[in-house]
């Protein structure tokens, strides 16, 4: 659970330049109420996909960037971290800059309930959560809890080293009169020499019902050595 989705574009979007954002959300004046347990279900439901546009900044670079996630139904199974039966759902992040690209993934493992049992990044390392909750029935807007802490280690396999902690809030905002269903992660890397820690929010935009509409925006800030470098991104 190192990362939603907008950890896989700082990472990317950092690598093509060689080297938190989403500060318009307006909390005031809404009596709606917001079936936050059916959001993060129906993120979960189907397949989805969303085209975002923006920019990443750092060392002295302001870059246009476009990027693709892609949400996919994959086949049920277990996780390897613990052999939990497990539904199964992958997100794919695709960044382009410059000219250059890349893509990434994570893959989400759920319960029958959609809490988090774990995941595994592209690279293999393997997180498993601890004080795992799930959004209430209903949330006013401006309303956030916790979802998850996890440490993270470097693969599945027993005895592997562990290579960062992080933790994930669930929240419900407005912007531009748009409401949103949003997860931030904090992570920081716990490995020798690495001195690597991000936020990052990943809104999608929802109705009272919990239906998640085709907006999304992603905010992110990745710190290397005390570098920052931040994404801010929304579909176009």
Known sequence: MKRFCGISVVALAAA???????????ESGSSTVYATNAAWAN??????SWSLSGTVSGSGQNTAVQSTLDLSLLADGTFPGTGDAAKIRRLTTTATANGGS???????????????????????????????????TSAAMGSSGPLASWTEYSSCSAGSPQIGTGAATWSVENASSTPYFCVTNTYTSTAA????????????????????????????VYTQNGVNTTVSMSTF
């Open 16 to 26: 093509i330049l060689g080297g938190c954002g989403g500060g318009d959300a307006d």
């Open 43 to 48: 993120l979960y439901a189907s397949a989805h």
């Open 102 to 136: 890349s893509s990434d993934y994570v893959t989400h493992y759920l319960n029958a309930s959609n809490a988090f049992i774990g995941t595994v990044s592209s690279d293999g390392s393997c997180a498993l959560p601890s004080n795992v909750g799930l959004p209430p």
């Open 193 to 220: 020499g690495n001195s690597f820690s991000s936020t990052e929010k990943d809104c999608f935009e929802i109705n009272a019902s919990g239906t998640i509409g085709s907006s999304a925006k992603i905010s992110a």
